[in-house]
């Protein structure tokens, strides 16, 4: 409503999170999102985990098995490099094809075996992230609903999507990535090192002296990196909101010739993202080449050392090829638990922003007892209301109203008056703070909201409408429509003759925005939206405010059949619309300072006749 989206104007826009650590692997250096209270969420994201324990130890076990069969297969391969080189230089050995035969189908068994465990393990770890999403996805959408909509009005849409959608799904990849990371690189980096010891303890210590090197090195580097992608996130944020902004609002930017002054912002901003994501990728760029370095410096140590045990006879020469594989692949398991560690972080940050979510303060649980009230009147009395958004202010205090039934009450008022927080509080979306709301002389907290809101039907200045045909927005204030009673709707709101213009007419399929039709037309459908719906009390605000003169006087017949006989609540800002209106409330700051007809108001002089003067007199 008009008030509301004033009120989301006025928030700050969260756009999308940016600069959060890449996936395993994927060499993303980027600094780690933090948790406030990272050992709670942890624990909390445990208990979701909890339920798939069984599926998770076989995950772990299936891993490790495909972890083993890998780190044999270097040593097989040994053996086979052994034989050839035995049956090569010594000539009373002679070389067995039996023997290598058999121990190539060793080594392939061992790669097949390999891949088969690897395959069930991420088969089981996949069905459980995806799982967990499903309930988390399920809660939150439920949480959602059962949310005041004084939640909505401090959150922007952008940020609960984000919620919603990002961190569930960052929660989603990590779990599926990184756990099983974590079993692979620890298992495969116990069994080299425990390959390499079994192989030669001499050498394995010689190789582990670039180990500490390796961690300095990447430590500092990643730690001036951070401040550049700190920078390159920032600049990002600023780029995308400038494109978004820019390319909304393209038309007033022509209209006002601003078209250089647009394009200079941009490339002064693209200019920092530039600089900020050259350096930020050529710091941690050098990681790369100077761990290549490092592990050709222990390569070469590796070779001399074991070249020297191979002439000397101390070691076969398959087993220095074993080592040499081993040592290569020695270090990749450490920088994949180096990046798991960042990621993790991140994870639980996204885990903590989407509990904070489930933690909201949600509506008050509906009674059991509620009562039904089954064939409504439509008799509205506010007795001694109290609200206030906060309670330091208290925007209404001691109001009290008395609408019969069949009344048509139109309230008006300047912006911020409370006009769209009467009619909020009217239907449960904000609960009052003193006093009583009443329909039939029954409390609306003594009903269920569901019972309450389907008393009401409501068109309302911000139109609604869904990706689906025009047949299908309009049956949707009522399930099983007939199509007769949709095209009776429509013909009462005036929107049969456009509906019939298009190709399709009401088979026209309205696009995600239904920029496809005019912002007139797409009320028109609302309101034969409300129609259909056959309400016991009607909710206008700002109905016919996108809608030209002439439709607006074709509107207002049909909403005159639609009014009879039912208690309608019309917020207008257009003082001609509500002339006819059996009471005018008119509000200010809260209040309701004048109460009365066209006329009567008009004779008083007061602060509704300022509004109508100066809407009418120039």
Same mark, same amino acid.
Do not use: C
């Given at each position: 409503?008009?008030?509301?989206?004033?009120?989301?104007?006025?928030?700050?826009?969260?756009?999308?999170?940016?600069?959060?650590?890449?996936?395993?692997?994927?060499?993303?250096?980027?600094?780690?999102?933090?948790?406030?209270?990272?050992?709670?969420?942890?624990?909390?994201?445990?208990?979701?985990?909890?339920?798939?324990?069984?599926?998770?130890?076989?995950?772990?076990?299936?891993?490790?098995?495909?972890?083993?069969?890998?780190?044999?297969?270097?040593?097989?391969?040994?053996?086979?490099?052994?034989?050839?080189?035995?049956?090569?230089?010594?000539?009373?050995?002679?070389?067995?094809?039996?023997?290598?035969?058999?121990?190539?189908?060793?080594?392939?068994?061992?790669?097949?075996?390999?891949?088969?465990? $690897?395959?069930?393990?991420?088969?089981? =770890?996949?069905?459980? @992230? +995806? #799982?967990?999403?499903?309930?988390?996805? %399920?809660? *939150?959408?439920?949480?959602?609903?059962?949310?005041?909509?004084?939640?909505?009005?401090?959150?922007?849409?952008?940020?609960?999507?984000?919620?919603?959608?990002?961190?569930?799904?960052?929660?989603?990849?990590?779990?599926?990535?990184?756990?099983?990371?974590?079993?692979?690189?620890?298992?495969?980096?116990?069994?080299?090192?425990?390959?390499?010891?079994?192989?030669?303890?001499?050498?394995?210590?010689?190789?582990?002296?670039?180990?500490?090197? $390796?961690?300095?090195?990447?430590?500092? =580097?990643?730690?001036? @990196? +951070? #401040?550049?992608?700190?920078?390159?996130? %920032?600049? *990002?944020?600023?780029?995308?909101?400038?494109?978004?902004?820019?390319?909304?609002?393209?038309?007033?930017?022509?209209?006002?010739?601003?078209?250089?002054?647009?394009?200079?912002?941009?490339?002064?901003?693209?200019?920092?993202?530039?600089?900020?994501?050259?350096?930020?990728?050529?710091?941690?760029?050098?990681?790369?080449?100077?761990?290549?370095?490092?592990?050709?410096?222990?390569?070469?140590?590796?070779?001399?050392?074991?070249?020297?045990?191979?002439?000397?006879?101390?070691?076969? =020469?398959?087993?220095?090829?074993?080592?040499?594989?081993?040592?290569?692949?020695?270090?990749?398991?450490?920088?994949?638990?180096?990046?798991?560690?960042?990621?993790?972080?991140?994870?639980?940050?996204?885990?903590?922003?989407?509990?904070?979510?489930?933690?909201?303060?949600?509506?008050?649980?509906?009674?059991?007892?509620?009562?039904?009230?089954?064939?409504?009147?439509?008799?509205?009395?506010?007795?001694?209301?109290?609200?206030?958004?906060?309670?330091?202010?208290?925007?209404?205090?001691?109001?009290?109203?008395?609408?019969?039934?069949?009344?048509?009450?139109?309230?008006?008022?300047?912006?911020?008056?409370?006009?769209?927080?009467?009619?909020?509080?009217?239907?449960?979306?904000?609960?009052?703070?003193?006093?009583?709301?009443?329909?039939?002389?029954?409390?609306?907290?003594?009903?269920?909201?569901?019972?309450?809101?389907?008393?009401?039907?409501?068109?309302?200045?911000?139109?609604?409408?869904?990706?689906?045909?025009?047949?299908?927005?309009?049956?949707?204030?009522?399930?099983?429509?007939?199509?007769?009673?949709?095209?009776?709707?429509?013909?009462?709101?005036?929107?049969?003759?456009?509906?019939?213009?298009?190709?399709?007419?009401?088979?026209?399929?309205?696009?995600?925005?239904?920029?496809?039709?005019?912002?007139?037309?797409?009320?028109?459908?609302?309101?034969?939206?409300?129609?259909?719906?056959?309400?016991?009390?009607?909710?206008?605000?700002?109905?016919?405010?996108?809608?030209?003169?002439?439709?607006?006087?074709?509107?207002?017949?049909?909403?005159?059949?639609?009014?009879?006989?039912?208690?309608?609540?019309?917020?207008?800002?257009?003082?001609?619309?509500?002339?006819?209106?059996?009471?005018?409330?008119?509000?200010?700051?809260?209040?309701?300072?004048?109460?009365?007809?066209?006329?009567?108001?008009?004779?008083?002089?007061?602060?509704?006749?300022?509004?109508?003067?100066?809407?009418?007199?120039?």
């Amino acid at each position: 409503m008009t008030e509301n989206r004033d009120r989301q104007k006025n928030q700050s826009p969260q756009g999308p999170r940016i600069g959060r650590g890449g996936p395993p692997g994927s060499g993303m250096m980027r600094p780690p999102e933090k948790a406030k209270d990272f050992k709670g969420t942890l624990k909390r994201l445990l208990k979701y985990v909890k339920p798939y324990t069984i599926t998770l130890f076989f995950v772990v076990l299936f891993a490790i098995l495909s972890t083993v069969f890998s780190i044999l297969s270097p040593r097989v391969m040994g053996m086979i490099t052994t034989h050839l080189y035995q049956g090569v230089v010594d000539s009373s050995t002679e070389i067995s094809m039996d023997y290598v035969i058999r121990f190539i189908f060793i080594l392939g068994g061992l790669y097949l075996l390999s891949a088969i465990f $690897s395959y069930i393990q991420q088969y089981l =770890i996949s069905g459980v @992230s +995806q #799982k967990l999403v499903y309930d988390l996805r %399920k809660e *939150l959408n439920g949480k959602l609903q059962r949310l005041p909509l004084r939640f909505f009005d401090s959150k922007t849409t952008g940020e609960i999507l984000s919620r919603a959608t990002n961190d569930i799904d960052v929660i989603s990849n990590t779990l599926q990535q990184s756990v099983t990371s974590v079993i692979v690189s620890v298992f495969t980096l116990l069994g080299i090192l425990a390959m390499m010891i079994i192989i030669s303890p001499v050498i394995t210590l010689a190789t582990l002296i670039t180990i500490p090197l $390796s961690i300095l090195l990447t430590k500092n =580097i990643a730690k001036r @990196s +951070q #401040k550049f992608f700190s920078h390159q996130a %920032k600049s *990002l944020g600023e780029l995308n909101g400038h494109i978004e902004e820019t390319y909304t609002g393209h038309i007033t930017v022509k209209a006002f010739g601003n078209e250089k002054k647009v394009i200079d912002e941009f490339n002064n901003i693209n200019s920092q993202l530039y600089i900020h994501s050259y350096k930020a990728q050529f710091i941690s760029g050098i990681i790369m080449p100077l761990m290549q370095l490092i592990n050709s410096l222990g390569y070469v140590i590796v070779a001399v050392i074991g070249g020297i045990y191979v002439i000397n006879g101390r070691l076969p =020469i398959g087993d220095i090829q074993a080592f040499i594989q081993y040592s290569r692949q020695f270090n990749q398991p450490i920088m994949q638990l180096a990046e798991v560690i960042n990621t993790f972080q991140s994870t639980i940050a996204s885990a903590e922003r989407v509990f904070e979510l489930l933690d909201e303060e949600e509506e008050l649980i509906d009674k059991k007892d509620a009562i039904t009230i089954d064939t409504p009147k439509g008799n509205v009395r506010f007795d001694r209301v109290k609200f206030g958004y906060t309670k330091e202010n208290t925007l209404m205090d001691n109001m009290n109203i008395d609408v019969y039934s069949g009344q048509t009450v139109a309230i008006v008022g300047p912006t911020g008056a409370g006009k769209t927080t009467l009619v909020n509080l009217l239907m449960r979306f904000y609960e009052i703070d003193g006093g009583a709301i009443t329909i039939d002389n029954i409390k609306t907290t003594e009903m269920t909201r569901n019972d309450l809101r389907a008393m009401f039907g409501m068109v309302l200045q911000d139109t609604w409408l869904f990706n689906g045909t025009i047949r299908d927005n309009i049956a949707y204030a009522k399930e099983n429509a007939k199509e007769e009673e949709i095209y009776k709707a429509a013909k009462l709101a005036q929107a049969d003759h456009f509906i019939r213009t298009l190709p399709q007419g009401y088979d026209t399929i309205l696009n995600e925005e239904a920029s496809n039709i005019s912002q007139g037309q797409k009320q028109l459908l609302t309101i034969a939206r409300a129609i259909l719906a056959n309400p016991n009390i009607l909710i206008l605000d700002e109905a016919t405010s996108n809608v030209d003169t002439r439709t607006e006087h074709l509107i207002q017949k049909g909403m005159e059949e639609l009014m009879k006989g039912r208690t309608s609540f019309v917020i207008a800002h257009r003082l001609s619309t509500i002339r006819n209106a059996d009471v005018i409330l008119v509000m200010n700051e809260g209040k309701i300072i004048e109460k009365g007809s066209h006329e009567k108001l008009l004779e008083d002089r007061g602060f509704y006749w300022e509004l109508y003067n100066s809407q009418f007199v120039a």
